[in-house]
C-alpha cells in the first residue's frame, strides 16, 4: 500500500455553488488558471462572491522548495461554477498558475502537483463511483471518467474553453492514477483475530516448517494470488489497465 503524497490541505470556502439536483457525478476535469498566482491566492480570489467563479480544489506546487498546497473550496457534494451545463455532473480541479501555453517541460515542473491531483482523482472517482478511465483529446469517448475542460467544450458541445492544453503531459498523469488506483484497490481490512484461549498445559516448541519456494520470475507471472482475487499478476495489471484507458484486454490471451 502506497502512502498518502506529501501536501498541506485547508478549506477556503467560496459561495459560489448550488445543489447537484440529484445528478449523478461521472467526470473529474482539470483546469488552468490562466493567471500568476498559488493555491491560496486562487482559492481566496474564487471564495470573493463578486468573482461569481469556483472549482472544487485548487492545487499548486511552491517553486521554492516544492511543497504541494491543496485548497478545498466547494464541498465536492455540491456544483461548483466551472464548467457550464456540465456543473452538475463535475467534479473541477485547478493548477494555480498554470496556463494552457504551458510547454510540456513546465508542466513537469510541476510533477508532485500532478501527482497529488491524480490522488484526489482516485480518491473522488472511487468516493462518486466514477469509472478511472482517462477521457483524452480527441475526445471520442462518453463519460464516466477522467478529463479536462476541453472536453466539455469539445466533446460535449458547451463553452470554447481549450484548457489544459495542448502539452499538458496525460501520459505522466495516467500512470499517476494508474498508481494511485492500485494503491487504493489494495485497502483491504485485515481478517479479525480470534481469540485464543490459554493453554491446560505449556506448549511443545513448535517448529515451522520450511517457507515453500516460489520459484523463477515465470512462475510468479503464472501462480494465482489470494492477495489479487485468485488472477494472476498479469491479470490484475489487465483488469487495472482496462479500468483506467477504457480497454477491454483483460481477458485477451498470448503475448507480442
Not at 73 to 100: E, M, Q
Request: glycine share 8%; charged share 20%; hydrophobic share 40%.
Amino acid at each position: 500500500m502506497l502512502a498518502k503524497p506529501d501536501f498541506n490541505e485547508y478549506w477556503v470556502k467560496s459561495p459560489s455553488f448550488h445543489s447537484r439536483g440529484g445528478t449523478k457525478v461521472d467526470l473529474f476535469l482539470l483546469h488552468t488558471q490562466e493567471g500568476p498566482g498559488n493555491a491560496d491566492s486562487l482559492a481566496r480570489f474564487l471564495a470573493n462572491p463578486a468573482n461569481q467563479v469556483s472549482y472544487h480544489y485548487t492545487v499548486g506546487q511552491d517553486t521554492r522548495d516544492g511543497g504541494v498546497t491543496v485548497c478545498d473550496v466547494v464541498d465536492t457534494d455540491y456544483c461548483s461554477w466551472s464548467v457550464l451545463s456540465a456543473n452538475p455532473r463535475s467534479i473541477n480541479l485547478c493548477f494555480a498558475g498554470s496556463s494552457v501555453n504551458w510547454s510540456r517541460d513546465q508542466w513537469l515542473q510541476q510533477a508532485r502537483a500532478l501527482d497529488v491531483a491524480a490522488y484526489i482523482a482516485v480518491a473522488d472517482c472511487k468516493k462518486y463511483g466514477i469509472t478511472i478511465k482517462v477521457l483524452t483529446p480527441p475526445y471520442k469517448s462518453a463519460p464516466p471518467g477522467i478529463s479536462d475542460h476541453a472536453y466539455v467544450s469539445k466533446f460535449l458541445g458547451d463553452g470554447n474553453h481549450t484548457d489544459v492544453g495542448p502539452n499538458f503531459p496525460w501520459d505522466v498523469f495516467t500512470a499517476n492514477l494508474t498508481k494511485w488506483a492500485l494503491a487504493f484497490a489494495d485497502k483491504t481490512p485485515p481478517p479479525p483475530v480470534a481469540p485464543v484461549a490459554a493453554p491446560i498445559a505449556p506448549a511443545k516448541p513448535k517448529v515451522d516448517p520450511a517457507p515453500k519456494p516460489v520459484g523463477p520470475a515465470n512462475d510468479q507471472l503464472t501462480l494465482r494470488w489470494n492477495s489479487l482475487g485468485g488472477q494472476t499478476v498479469v491479470e490484475a495489471l489487465a483488469e487495472v489497465r482496462d479500468h483506467v484507458l477504457g480497454t477491454s484486454d483483460r481477458k485477451k490471451t498470448g503475448a507480442i
